[in-house]
């Protein structure tokens, strides 16, 4: 540690025994941190290992979150065999927002084996350590808005979309290297249906309002309509807990990425006086559509990916963003917003083939929003835990 004190490795306790931690910068060689997840999830059913074209565009210096952000990756390995893998990573973003002196770990899969896990997190807790850190959270893989928590409930289905899928010793292990709950999180599974009488009945008084306009997402001006989401979303989020407002260069890569897989009927924009005022921005499960890629988009998994979702379509999606802006969230007209959003987005469902999504994630502690899921019938069916430690 820079102020003098014991450092996280040289605690009186545990120590991992027999495992060699490697570190690899931002922008170096992931072959090992890519190819351990085979070893780890062998014979689970439900794993679906992200493409790794995208993990080494994340973790590579042109990610426009390292511009306001520094990192580093871990591999672990026993007897020269990878075990393991995460990263560190300190966002200044977040530093300036909450002044917290908190730095982050992510991506984090391990096998079964508290030495492998202990050790990749205590270099993890070193390294943000080192750095002025007095507190270390995760996983964050990389920030609050990607891959958040260690899967904890729900490990009997596949992960969707931009959300973790781990072992389910993996959560203890990580307890079991001294770290404690700082917050769990909701995901929430929706069949697409009938809508309750009552959010029928609310979704047409709002939509009787001559003010209120409700739109999809435009694709002539799409740029302009993904600012226009995001700035109403950091308006509505401006309060969650973590929340940090993307860079503008964060925001121009994300439209960049939405272009490709958008629906623009599993999107709305609602507008009072012209004003936009709440979002609902959900998109196709791509997890569902490349189950059985193995990681490797190219030569072959991209016109099968590209077939999958413009000709046969996806059967799920996940719900990604819905806010209102505060301005209008206590305002007792418009109180049914959120429910006018969540009954179109069920007709869209419908209209694209959707069998149900998932929305998701909730903070657990978010009162109002989670009772206006579970009054449209959305059920917990996973829960993701965030952990942190002091160091």
């Known amino acids: 540690m820079t102020d003098g004190s014991v450092s996280v490795l040289e605690r009186p306790a545990r120590r991992a025994v027999g495992v060699e931690i490697r570190k690899i910068p931002i922008g170096g060689r992931l072959d090992d941190f890519l190819g351990v997840v085979d070893r780890i999830y062998r014979g689970d059913p439900n794993y679906v290992r992200p493409l790794d074209l995208d993990l080494k565009r994340r973790l590579s210096p042109s990610n426009p979150f390292f511009e306001h952000a520094d990192g580093v990756v871990f591999t672990a390995h026993r007897n020269g065999t990878c075990v393991g893998r995460c990263t560190a990573q300190i966002d200044r ?9 908190t730095g982050f770990f992510g991506f984090l899969d391990t096998v079964e084996d508290e030495d492998v896990a202990r050790a990749l997190l205590d270099a993890a807790s070193e390294w943000v350590g080192q750095r002025g850190m007095k507190r270390i959270r995760g996983p964050l893989s990389l920030n609050m808005y990607d891959e958040v928590g260690c899967l904890v409930e729900g490990f009997d289905t596949p992960p969707m979309l931009m959300t973790p899928h781990h072992r389910p010793y993996q959560g203890g292990l990580i307890e079991r290297a001294g770290f404690a709950k700082a917050k769990d999180l909701y995901a929430w599974r929706y069949t697409v249906g009938d809508v309750p009488a009552r959010a029928r009945k609310a979704h047409d008084e709002i939509a009787a309002m001559p003010e209120v306009r409700a739109r999809h997402i435009d694709m002539k001006r799409f740029d302009e309509d993904v600012r226009t989401i995001l700035d109403v979303f950091d308006d509505a989020w401006s ?7 993307p860079s503008h260069r964060q925001a121009a890569r994300l439209a960049d990425e939405l ?7 599993l999107t ?15 998109l196709p499960n791509v997890n ?3 189950r059985d890629f193995g990681g490797k988009l190219l030569p072959f998994g991209l016109p099968k990916l590209l077939y999958r979702l413009k000709v046969r379509g996806p059967k799920t999606a996940r719900l990604l963003m819905l806010g209102i802006r505060k301005k209008y969230r206590n ?3 418009y109180a ?17 083939g959707i069998e149900w999504g998932e929305l998701s994630w909730t903070l657990e502690d978010n009162g109002p929003v989670n009772v206006a899921i579970k009054f449209m019938g959305g059920k917990v069916y996973k829960r993701f835990r965030l952990y942190e430690r002091e160091l």
Do not use: C, Q
């Open 239 to 245: 309060d969650n807990w973590g929340h940090v407002t």
């Open 93 to 101: 973003s977040h530093l300036v927002r909450y002044g917290d002196k």
């Open 259 to 265: 272009r490709l897989v958008v629906i623009p009927e």
């Open 268 to 282: 709305y924009i609602a507008e009072i006086d012209g004003e936009p005022a709440a979002i609902a921005l959900a």
């Open 336 to 352: 049914a917003l959120s429910t006018f959003l969540y009954v179109k987005m069920n007709e869209a469902g419908r209209r694209t």
């Open 288 to 290: 569902e559509l490349i």
């Open 331 to 333: 305002v007792r007209k």
